[in-house]
């Protein structure tokens, strides 16, 4: 007996909803345009190789000091000091120096104060910037040439700073940049370390010891000159007041201001003790080889596979469409 015909369509797979990815067709896609994400990463293997030349090992120059305890000036003074000096309004203005004095010389190591003191005593421009110095005429020599000529319309364009001499900020800044300042173990301690890098292995060791002790110098001679003006004050205040509980109060801060200039004219570094003395090792810094290299690679790899993924994102809803 034959058997009735099914003439009812056959059944269809349902397309897989939108939101779902076909691993097969991404794969099928990678595999042909494989090309891409090795041409993104070769690009990042070009630039970490163009960062490779560019790297310039420098020696590191190191120093480690210790702080100076309290704050400086009137700030230590007794409770009856206080009382009389806010009685009387005397030595204002001696809480202005009322903290570390090496936290004083981190502030004046990128100060005009300290450049020009270096500038006057050892002519610092002229030795970071010699060869645009005309020793003869004593003036800067400004630079020519299509490049640079390029180089000033171009930042004229932008509104930028046109070339200019070198100056005393300049030197500031220079100085600020070049000496690094951290706390020594984990977390950063009271002992603190100076770093100076520099291509030059002598340069580096001297700029490091030479800024950092006219530094100390600088402050040593600000707080001496301080100390004498109110010393010099409480003294005429002394020959003029007649209350007794003033009079012995001003004794007790002119008492204090000479311990101050005791310490002042010890020949002691000032701001800091050195727990150890500048030095300067000799391998200069090396370049971070999987760091350099590794990263744009795989940064390079991962832009260029999301790039094939995104074209095969859009072909395929292309085709549902």
Same mark, same amino acid.
């Given at each position: ?140 020599? #400004? ?76 402050? #040593? ?101």
């Amino acid at each position: 007996m034959q058997e009735p015909h099914d003439s009812s369509p056959p059944a269809t797979v349902p397309p897989p909803p939108a939101d779902v990815i076909d691993l097969s067709y991404l794969i099928s896609i990678l595999l042909k345009w494989f090309w891409v994400p090795v041409l993104t990463a070769a690009s990042g293997l070009y630039f970490g190789y163009q960062d490779l030349r560019s790297f310039s090992p420098e020696y590191v120059a190191t120093m480690i000091v210790l702080p100076s305890g309290g704050p400086t000036a009137g700030a230590q003074s007794g409770g009856a000091v206080q009382s009389i000096v806010s009685e009387l309004g005397l030595l204002r203005g001696s809480q202005a120096t009322a903290m570390r004095p090496f936290d004083r010389l981190t502030f004046f190591l990128g100060s005009v104060a300290l450049a020009d003191r270096l500038q006057q005593e050892y002519g610092m421009l002229q030795m970071l910037y010699g060869d645009s110095w005309d020793a003869e005429s004593r003036e800067w020599i #400004r630079p020519s040439g299509e490049d640079f000529e390029r180089d000033q319309r171009r930042r004229a364009f932008f509104r930028q700073n046109l070339w200019s001499p070198p100056n005393l900020q300049t030197l500031a800044d220079f100085v600020k940049g070049s000496i690094q300042i951290e706390g020594v173990g984990e977390g950063g301690g009271q002992m603190q370390r100076l770093t100076v890098r520099n291509q030059d292995q002598d340069f580096a060791l001297w700029l490091l010891d030479t800024v950092y002790f006219a530094a100390d110098d600088l402050i #040593r001679e600000m707080d001496r000159a301080e100390v004498l003006q109110r010393m010099a004050y409480v003294e005429q205040q002394l020959a003029t007041v007649d209350k007794v509980h003033i009079r012995d109060g001003l004794r007790e801060q002119l008492a204090s201001e000479l311990g101050r200039q005791v310490a002042l004219e010890v020949d002691l570094p000032y701001t800091a003790t050195v727990i150890e003395a500048a030095r300067v090792g000799n391998s200069r810094t090396e370049p971070n080889v999987r760091l350099l290299f590794g990263i744009p690679v795989v940064v390079g790899g991962v832009i260029g596979f999301s790039l094939v993924a995104l074209v095969a994102l859009f072909r395929r809803e292309r085709r549902s469409v």
